[in-house]
């Protein structure tokens, strides 16, 4: 069992409820805290042990964490057990949630959206109001996702450097004073 400090205690904590806030499981989210905050890949075991959750609760929440791709499995010489490790890289670990989040939450309202304005088109009974609300929705969607898609490729150092510029990129396309 790994001895916590009580700064890696109030983090994983912390973590845990805000995975709930982001809809995600609070065992999940403290899990990838851990293993985050973690020097050295951990064994499950050892998992169950240092948060006090059961052996099954941090199976599965592996598995979820492996899903989004943030925490993945590694072997350790002269173990047979499995080992995990969360990505370390912020900004690749944002990158990756973000690219998850899309494929599960923006990508099938796309399809609804798009699925809606088609069908609001051959309905008669549809007003205009509401097309136009779905179509404005999916403008949004699709303007948003296209820069996303674009920004995705920045190398980090170049996403750093946008994102620090702030209220600057407002004065240098003339919209700011």
């Not at 592996?62 to 925490?71: A, S, T």
């Not at 609001?120 to 996303?148: S, V």
Request: proline content about 2%.
């Amino acid at each position: 069992m790994a001895k916590l400090s009580s700064v890696q205690q109030k983090f994983i904590l912390h973590w845990g409820e805000m995975g709930t806030r982001w809809g995600i499981n609070r065992t999940v989210a403290q899990i990838h805290a851990l293993l985050y905050m973690s020097p050295r890949p951990l064994h499950a075991e050892e998992i169950a042990d240092t948060l006090a959750v059961a052996r099954s609760n941090v199976s599965n929440s592996l598995k979820e964490l492996q899903g989004w791709g943030i925490v993945k499995r590694i072997h350790v010489l002269g173990d047979s057990r499995d080992h995990f490790e969360s990505m370390k890289d912020v900004w690749e670990m944002f990158r990756v949630v973000l690219d998850e989040r899309k494929k599960r939450e923006i990508d099938p309202t796309m399809r609804m959206l798009r699925e809606c304005i088609v069908e609001a088109e051959k309905d008669k009974d549809t007003d205009e109001y509401t097309e136009q609300r779905l179509r404005d929705l999916h403008n949004f969607f699709d303007t948003t996702t296209a820069w996303y898609i674009q920004v995705r490729q920045w190398p980090t150092s170049a996403m750093v450097k946008f994102v620090k510029l702030g209220d600057k990129v407002l004065k240098v396309l003339g919209l700011g004073g």
